[in-house]
Nanobody, 115 residues
Framework: QVQLVESGGGLVQPGGSLRLSCAASGSILSTNVMSWHRQGPGQQREFVAYLTGSDSTVYADSVKGRFTISRDNAKNTVYLQMGSLKPEDTAVYYC?????????WGQGTQVTVSS
């Protein structure tokens, strides 16, 4: 069984930065893909970024150049460094891990970008 716990969300002003963390426990393989997704108010959940076991990354166009995904395998933790935040980045952010045909989600962490 895999458990994912996100943290690091909060209220930040436009142009500010936040770092989200996703701590994983259970049968985690560092070779598998970890990803971040988000769901804004009244919107569908959307992809933000993913990171492969070989450290290849892919970002949604809306966050490219502003967000960075990374991992610390020793801590079983994936991070999402977010910069130049905009009000449209306001959402609940979720991490996701998939292995052997099953995918697991965390409970989410709220990010609010507002002055």
């Amino acid at each position: 069984q895999v458990q994912l716990v996100e943290s690091g969300g909060g209220l930040v002003q436009p142009g500010g930065s936040l770092r989200l963390s996703c701590a994983a426990s259970g049968s985690i393989l560092s070779t598998n893909v970890m990803s971040w997704h988000r769901q804004g108010p009244g919107q569908q959940r959307e992809f933000v970024a993913y990171l492969t076991g070989s450290d290849s990354t892919v970002y949604a166009d809306s966050v490219k150049g502003r967000f960075t995904i990374s991992r610390d395998n020793a801590k079983n933790t994936v991070y999402l460094q977010m910069g130049s935040l905009k009000p449209e980045d306001t959402a609940v952010y979720y991490c996701k891990y998939c292995s052997a045909g099953s995918c697991y989600w965390g409970q989410g962490t709220q990010v609010t970008v507002s002055s």
